[in-house]
């Protein structure tokens, strides 16, 4: 069983494996029977980045062109989830001029179900996974998403996203800012 069909060709290809015995079974979500938006946990319009920024989720990239959109609108943050920010990405965010904008919350899963639903967009610039969890989490809180165009995300969202080019920093931020 694969969890979708990028990752079963991943199995074939690294397994060598007949694709006639693997079965792609999507992940779900429990979907509220009535959907009743949450106020704010936040007073500022923000950009959602949920989970690890291990170097395969593309951060940094991200973040540069966070960076640009800080420009046009100065007022708009990003929220990240998980772990505290480290050393490095403080230092960058200071490079950048945006220390400011880039806010930490640990969040329970109430609470980012409510930082989903006020969200201007969760923004997922991965350039690889094997689902995309966040996707659907995002999805059925109302939130938009912006996803790079890599992996398995146009599998997953399909027309319901908004795609970019995850290697190129521009891309990331003209798509961020439609």
């Not at 291990?54 to 960076?67: D, E, M």
């Amino acid at each position: 069983i694969a969890v979708s069909q990028n990752t079963k060709k991943d199995i074939v290809n690294q397994f060598n494996i007949d694709e006639s015995k693997i079965s792609v079974i999507y992940h779900g979500i429990v979907h509220p029977h009535s959907f009743v938006k949450k106020e704010s946990l936040v007073d500022y319009p923000y950009v959602l980045y949920v989970g690890t920024r291990a170097n395969n989720k593309n951060f940094n990239r991200f973040v540069r062109a966070f960076a640009a959109l800080h420009k046009d609108y100065p007022e708009v943050k990003t929220i990240c989830t998980y772990k505290p920010f480290t050393r490095d990405e403080l230092e960058l965010f200071n490079q950048l001029g945006i220390i400011d904008q880039m806010e930490h919350l640990m969040a329970s899963e109430d609470e980012i179900n409510i930082l989903y639903q006020n969200a201007l967009f969760f923004i997922f610039p991965s350039l690889y996974e094997g689902f995309g969890m966040p996707i659907l989490e995002a999805m059925v809180n109302h939130c938009p998403v912006v996803l790079s165009n890599a992996s398995c995300f146009p599998e997953i969202a399909q027309d319901a996203g908004v795609y970019f080019d995850p290697m190129e920093i521009d891309d990331i931020y003209n798509t961020m800012k439609r």
